[in-house]
């Protein structure tokens, strides 16, 4: 298994553009998360979905996120219009259908908005 | 989710057992402790879980006290490779949540560091 793939690794973009970070879970997966990471806040999840239905977005920090899942193994993330205080790694992952929270996470994607 | 307590950093020599405490002394009863591990310019990397019992796999073993309010995460033969954040996490098990899993809380973890 190829494991949970993101791209691009790498997004250098200027403010007010538009960004898509895209995600392909693992397959069989029921569960995708997408969390970002800066050193002031850590971890944060943004939005999770459960069989291709968002499921909690009370992460997403404001209306300028968004977040897909056409299909079970397809997922985007997009930001627009980006600002500078948007540049962060951000992280998919997704965990199968267990009794317990075991998240398989991409290399993720670093994004700077200048 | 019960808060949990970590020291900031810490130093194991490679080839010791690395010993990563943990506070958690409000968990309840349907809690998990969960562990994953950052390295650095990766993912999280889920390492092992458990509810009361100790666990082991193939990565590290978990200890957890008896009355739950502490564990320990014990990588028994630590290599550089093991450099990185260490997080411990505190969650309702799904499968008393509702039975839908729902993303886990990262806090600041552990800077384990393995010196050569």
């Known amino acids: 298994d190829a494991g949970v793939i993101q791209s691009p690794r790498h997004e250098v973009t200027e403010m007010g553009q538009e960004v898509t970070l895209r995600c392909k879970p693992i397959?069989?997966?029921?569960?995708l998360f997408w969390y970002r990471q800066t050193m002031m806040r850590g971890l944060e999840l943004l939005i999770y979905?459960?069989?291709?239905?968002?499921?909690?977005d009370s992460g997403m920090p404001e209306d300028r996120f968004s977040a897909k899942m056409p299909n079970a193994s397809f997922s985007t993330l997009k930001i627009q219009p980006s600002e500078p205080r948007d540049s962060a790694v951000y992280f998919c992952?997704?965990?199968?259908?267990?009794?317990?929270?075991?998240?398989?996470f991409g290399s993720g994607t670093q994004l700077s908005v200048l | 989710d019960a808060k949990t307590t970590q020291p900031t950093s810490m130093d194991c020599a490679e080839g010791r057992a690395a010993n990563l405490p943990c506070n958690h002394s409000?968990?309840?009863?349907?809690?998990?402790v969960y562990w994953y591990r950052q390295i650095h310019s990766q993912g999280p990397q889920y390492i092992i879980h458990?509810?009361?019992n100790n666990e082991t796999n193939e990565m590290a073993s978990l200890i957890i006290t008896e009355d739950r309010k502490s564990s320990t995460l014990i990588l028994p033969h630590a290599t550089l490779r093991d450099t990185a954040v260490y997080y411990c996490?505190?969650?309702?098990?799904?499968?008393?949540?509702?039975?839908?899993?729902?993303?886990?809380?990262f806090g600041k973890g552990t800077h384990l560091i393995i010196q050569p």
């Open positions: 992952a997704s965990s199968p259908k267990t009794g317990v929270e075991k998240l398989f």
């Open positions: 397959s069989g997966h029921d569960y």
């Open positions: 979905f459960n069989n291709n239905v968002p499921i909690d």
């Open positions: 409000t968990i309840s009863g349907n809690e998990y």
């Open positions: 458990g509810l009361k």
């Open positions: 996490i505190v969650r309702v098990a799904p499968l008393y949540s509702g039975g839908g899993a729902d993303g886990l809380t």
